[in-house]
């Protein structure tokens, strides 16, 4: 009977020891990744913040220059997947300048479309000389006196006017750069984001003469 007791007790013990042993185990466990998500937080926190780099393979035909007149690489912000209404992403980037300041082909092409939307307002396509890429700007307050669709632009050419048209609330230029579908359709295309190109871009030398010339 005695023998039986010690058994009951030892047993007891052993399953006691066990829950503690696992309830330890638990609570390392948690430890470690706290500590692992504190760790990486923080590392990422000291890293520099790595804007995702988009691919253009023979997309984008050259160097593009920033669409809005006296705006800088220093001046441009990262707007791209910010939250829109309905659930919807940001697929451009928004360039805050006043109403009426001149907006400018960002590269040679060809202007694919002046269309007016609900959202955009008055907007432009433009393609590329390749037609490989397409350049979209919204919100615009005016078309550049005597554009038509069809017209060739050179980098740098007047276009159109910053505004607040569509559903924009302060003036700025909406724009978008979009990977042409095969069928060159102005109004197909895969978004990416434009921060980089314009980021880079680069005052091309002829700018002055295009603008002088206007
Ligand atoms: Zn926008």
């Known amino acids: 009977m005695v023998r039986r007791g010690w058994r009951l007790v030892y047993f007891a013990g052993l399953r006691l020891g066990g829950v503690r042993l696992l309830g330890l185990l638990h609570k390392s466990f948690i430890a470690v990744s706290v500590a692992a998500f504190l760790i990486s937080t923080a590392v990422a926190s000291v890293l520099p913040r790595r804007v995702p780099e988009i ?12 669409p809005v007149d006296g705006v800088t690489e220093s001046q441009l912000v990262d707007t791209w997947g910010a939250a829109r209404s309905h659930g919807r992403k940001h697929e451009g980037i928004d360039i805050m300048a006043r109403l009426g300041t001149p907006v400018r082909a960002t590269a040679e092409g060809t ?40 017209d060739h632009v050179l980098q740098g050419q007047l276009i159109a006017y910053v505004g607040s048209t569509g559903n924009a609330t302060t003036p700025h230029l909406h724009f978008e750069i979009l990977r042409a579908s095969a069928a060159h359709q102005w109004w197909r295309g895969k978004a990416l984001n434009p921060y980089l190109p314009l980021k880079n871009a680069h005052l091309p030398p002829d700018l002055a003469a295009v603008t002088a010339a206007q």
Do not use: N, Q, W
Request: charged share 25%; no cysteine.
């Open 55 to 66: 691919r253009l393979p023979g997309v984008l035909p050259r160097e593009l220059i920033i």
């Open 111 to 150: 202007i694919a479309k002046f269309f007016k939307s609900k959202r955009g307002g008055i907007t432009i396509y433009e393609f590329d000389e390749a037609g490989r890429a397409i350049f979209y700007y919204a919100h615009l307050s005016a078309y550049a006196a005597g554009l038509k669709e069809g």
